[in-house]
């Protein structure tokens, strides 16, 4: 489950997230994944696992399940967890850059001095 919210730690629980017209604070939010993991996500889970013959286990979202992979070509097992971690990111948008008008003049450079200096010169 902490894994779950990691990208969102990096927030303040008093900052407010707007969905449209709809204002959210970060606190709030979190409760909200971690109600709809712990209930609606893992339950359709376990139904979806169940007709498959893979037992329950409300445990891979936290510390994992016990397992053995046989990898093809190695032939031996291997022993180790399988756990669903669930991602949560915010991507702030990359800042606009205004653009410039297009004019007839032009830009000046900063070799400009330098030209100057040296047209003097000759």
């Not at 696992?49 to 286990?57: D, S």
């Not at 016990?66 to 990359?94: A, M, Q, R, Y």
């Not at 653009?99 to 040296?118: G, K, M, T, W, Y």
């Amino acid at each position: 489950m902490r894994d779950a919210l990691e990208a969102l730690n990096k927030l303040n629980e008093k900052d407010v997230i707007a969905f449209g017209n709809n204002l959210l604070k970060v606190e709030r939010f979190r409760s909200a994944i971690k109600e709809a993991i712990s209930h609606e996500v893992l339950h359709g889970l376990n139904q979806c696992l169940t007709r498959w013959k893979i037992p329950e286990q409300y445990q891979w979202f936290t510390e994992g399940d016990n397992c053995e992979v046989l990898s093809l070509g190695s032939g031996e097992w291997t022993k180790g967890k399988i756990k669903f971690t669930v991602l949560v990111e915010f991507l702030p948008d990359e800042p606009e850059i205004p653009c410039l008008p297009a004019s007839n003049a032009q830009v000046e450079s900063p070799l400009d001095d330098i030209r100057q200096i040296l047209n003097e010169a000759s």
